[in-house]
């Protein structure tokens, strides 16, 4: 958190001891690019400034692909199939 600057809108962090550790960065951003570009400064100004970090380096700085988990999530929540409402009339022109 001390290595993030205001611009970077850091909300919080999270990190998973591993292996590999993982550090989670949350930030308020306005788009995906824009919140990949300040974790990537928040990470690497924090291994240029803090010597615990020495020897340290970046294996992968961006997004985790999420969608498979919030598809199990669906699926495990309703029963049917992952449909959380029922479909349009297929008899109709709602499709």
Do not use: I, K, N, W
């Amino acid at each position: 958190m001390s290595c993030a600057t205001d611009e970077d809108r850091l909300e919080h962090v999270m990190v998973h001891a591993g292996p590999p550790p993982t550090v989670g960065l949350f930030l308020a951003a306005e788009s995906l690019e824009e919140a990949e570009r300040a974790a990537c400064g928040v990470v690497r100004r924090a291994l240029d400034r803090r010597p615990e970090f020495a020897g340290t380096s970046v294996v992968f700085c961006g997004t985790p692909f999420l969608a498979p988990y919030y598809e199990q999530l669906l699926t495990s929540a309703s029963p049917g199939g992952g449909l959380l409402m029922t479909p349009p009339d297929q008899d109709s022109a709602e499709r």
